[in-house]
């Protein structure tokens, strides 16, 4: 039993002894007081560097191979430059018989304005001279067989035949006279403008041809840079908007930082905002910068999609800010992300603390305030805040709030 009163003595002892430590301890902490002031609220977002005038890509239009591509990364090209080459067999098979097609065409027309040539002509006049000779045999024939079958010597089919050996000689007479008096006439009126409509229509053909054969022939649409270069000769390429881009060219002499804000936020934004730029791996400063536009609608995440905890997160406004060159103290890369600080307006907070002062449990907010024998765990509401104070709701001005030991 007397033991038993010991052990309970001792902790006792113990027991008052903690609590004078906690007082005294608590005496030497830093303490605020709650007070109404300006805060100077800040959104912080993520941001990539942008090329201003954007990135143009470089794609096939058409099947093929590639056979060539004339640039590196990192080389100034000239809009309208030849920067590759696609071999497509079937289109230039194609261009050459449109030519060839035109190439007929004209000739068929320069011979129905300018009528046969001599020998045509001659052909034709000895055709008929020939036929006239066959016409006067049939026709000595078919008198002959005509008097013998009146004379009912021969029989009737063989009179028949005279009859018709002569018609058709006189057909093929009459065919032959008209093909010369063509030969020296020349093309009719109707007969040339079929001939021109036919030019027309093979050089509409040669058009088309080599409008798609120039799809084999890939040109700068921009001026600028190249930035990146993913294609290599003997890759086979295809007209289709998801495949890789053979090239990308941008100009990175007017490159802007896009900015991409929670929605929560988005209502606070307007142009002419101040934007401070931090290096998004170690918070090193990088520049400045002021909100130029200001997108109107919410749009999906583009930066940091690869995590898909982020494309799972509600959407973003955009906003976007031009660069100085003075405006920024190292070098700036395209796709470079970064951190983007932007500076809202001053409000004014009825009841502010030091944001050092505030504690996060299960997502309520908490203070502690100093109390008699130990800190009183306050819960309060946040409002907006800066890099330094925060306003709150459930605190009075000059009320004092416990700021962590900095040891």
């Known amino acids: 039993m007397r033991r038993k009163w010991v052990w309970l003595a001792g902790a006792a002892i113990l027991v008052v002894v ?3 430590l906690v007082f005294l301890e608590g005496g030497n902490q830093e303490m605020a007081v709650v007070q109404a002031r300006k805060i100077h609220p800040e959104i912080v977002a993520r941001a990539k560097v942008d090329a201003a005038q954007g990135v143009s890509k470089v794609r096939s239009l058409v099947d093929g191979r590639l056979v060539q591509v004339l640039v590196q990364d990192g080389d100034l090209v000239e809009q309208g430059k030849l920067v590759a080459v696609i071999e497509n067999p079937a289109l230039q ?14 000739a068929e027309l320069a011979t129905v304005i300018e009528g046969m040539r001599p020998e045509e002509r001659a052909a034709h006049d000895a ?13 000595t024939e ?3 067989k ?8 021969v029989s009737r089919s063989a009179y028949d035949e005279a009859v018709l050996w002569l018609r058709d000689a006189e057909a093929r007479l009459d065919q032959a006279r008209a093909e010369a008096r063509l030969a020296h006439a020349g093309g009719r009126k109707t007969e040339i403008e079929a001939a021109h409509e036919g030019v027309r229509a093979a050089r509409a053909t040669l058009q088309r041809a080599e409008s798609q054969y120039m799809h084999t022939r890939l040109v700068a649409p921009t001026a600028g840079t190249v930035v990146a270069r993913r294609g290599n000769p003997g890759d086979i390429v295809f007209p289709d908007a998801t495949q890789t881009p053979i090239l990308e060219i941008a100009d990175l002499g007017a490159l802007e930082i896009r900015v991409e804000v929670e929605q929560m936020d988005a209502d606070l934004l307007q142009v002419g905002l101040a934007v401070r730029l931090r290096d998004s791996e170690d918070r090193a400063a990088v520049g400045h910068c002021t909100l130029s536009r200001v ?5 999906s995440r583009k930066i940091g999609v690869e995590d898909a905890r982020l494309r799972a997160a509600s959407q973003v406004r955009p906003v976007w800010c031009g660069i100085e060159k003075d405006a920024v103290q190292r070098p700036l890369l395209l796709d470079q992300r970064l951190e983007a600080v932007i500076e809202l307006p001053a409000v004014s907070a009825a009841a502010a603390v030091p944001r050092a002062a505030v504690y996060i449990e299960d997502g309520r907010a908490f203070v502690d305030r100093p109390g008699r024998f130990w800190p009183a765990r306050t819960p309060v ?5 800066d890099s330094d ?9 000059g009320e004092e709030v416990i700021l962590p030991r900095s040891d």
């Open 146 to 153: 005509s008097k013998l079958f009146d004379r009912r010597i």
């Open 142 to 144: 078919w008198q002959r």
């Open 381 to 385: 509401t946040l409002g907006v805040r």
């Open 93 to 106: 098979a194609e261009l050459q018989r449109a030519e060839a097609d035109v190439r007929r065409a004209e």
């Open 127 to 139: 055709a008929v001279r020939a036929v006239e000779e066959e016409v006067a045999k049939a026709r």
């Open 389 to 397: 104070y925060v306003a709150v709701t459930g605190l009075a001005v």
């Open 18 to 20: 903690s609590l004078l």
């Open 295 to 299: 997108g109107q609608r919410l749009q």
